[in-house]
């Protein structure tokens, strides 16, 4: 699970992200998989009493271990969306198919209210997958821009792929945050990452 503190100044709470392996976990072992997720919670003091307390849940999925999706969760509004990176704000059947696991266990474990299909604001700014092989790159953008609230400008495929390799080069937070800073007089800029 990805985060570095669970809430902002103000008490909200940032996206939780769960880790690629939570959905092949469900489909092999709905109670396992559930069980290991509330002790997740509970180490993190995200969960009070069986319910949890985090207002997003972003689930990174992986279809027939050829194709990412990224499904999302708020618990506040009680609502959930499948984000396939091909067409962002147009979920085909194979796409909802693949929440309703996710969906059922989660209101069963948490004994949520129904939750209803419903898309993320942010998701419409969402760039749209044009080729077969980048839909990862897609979907790890998609959770930073969530986790920080960041809806536009995208960047391209490349420079996203350049700023993978700095955040793990550098042991870099990763960031979507982009500014330009002198490095030093008389010389020209340079993107700084993460500022």
Known sequence: MYTEGYFDSEGRSYPLVLTPSFYPLLLSDVLHCM???KTQLLKMNLLVDDGIIV?????PVCASN??????HFNFVECTFFPINPCHPTDPN???Y???SLVVESLCNTFKLPSIRMQMPPLAQSFPTQTDDNNCGIFIT???????QGISQPFLSVDEYRLLI????????KPSLHISCTPAHAGMDSYPRVGV
């Open 97 to 99: 198919e693949r929440c």
């Open 35 to 37: 069980e290991w997720f």
């Open 141 to 147: 953008m998609y959770c930073l821009a969530f986790i």
């Open 165 to 172: 390799a700095i955040w793990l080069l550098t042991k870099s």
């Open 66 to 71: 050829a194709h990412w999706i990224l499904l």
């Open 93 to 95: 059947d194979i796409d």
């Open 55 to 59: 207002n997003e849940l972003l689930v």
